[in-house]
């Protein structure tokens, strides 16, 4: 199993529209391919992870970085682990307001949650740390 976990920043006129165009294209192109993953939008910024068979993983990069809805793509950590983390889902994805995570005490949760997975991987326990540091800006 290979694993990439990248940040990007969306255009400045994304509109949500384009949020529900890239979940559906995910979806549908994810689980014919099964890839998994999760992906974060916070203030104008992604945070995602795919995981799956190395070459579709990394060629769906490729396409992902061409995508001009975001720019300032960067690669923060891609390798091999034993089994998927997000096993149930084509793309499991996260949208969070300030007021939400006040609401939730989301951040404190994410921590918590990060510490739950069987095997932590580097990249995954990054994508939780960036993910706490996204949402704390
Ligand atoms: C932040 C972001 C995340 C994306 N994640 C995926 C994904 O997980 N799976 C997918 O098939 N497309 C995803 N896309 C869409 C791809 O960039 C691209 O539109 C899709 O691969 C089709 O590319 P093509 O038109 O070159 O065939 C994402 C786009 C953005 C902006």
Redesign the pocket.
Known sequence: MFELVYC?VAKSNLTSQDIQD?LE??K???SDNQ?T?C?LYHDHE?L?V?EGDQQVVQD?FI??K??L??FNVILLAEGEKESRTFAKWS?AYLELNANEIQKHGFIKDLKAFSQLADKPTHAIDLFWTMAVHILND
Request: charged residues 20%.
């Open positions: 990007s890239i294209t995910s549908k192109f994810n890839i993953g992906l992604f995602q795919l769906l396409s992902i061409k995508d809805r975001h793309m």
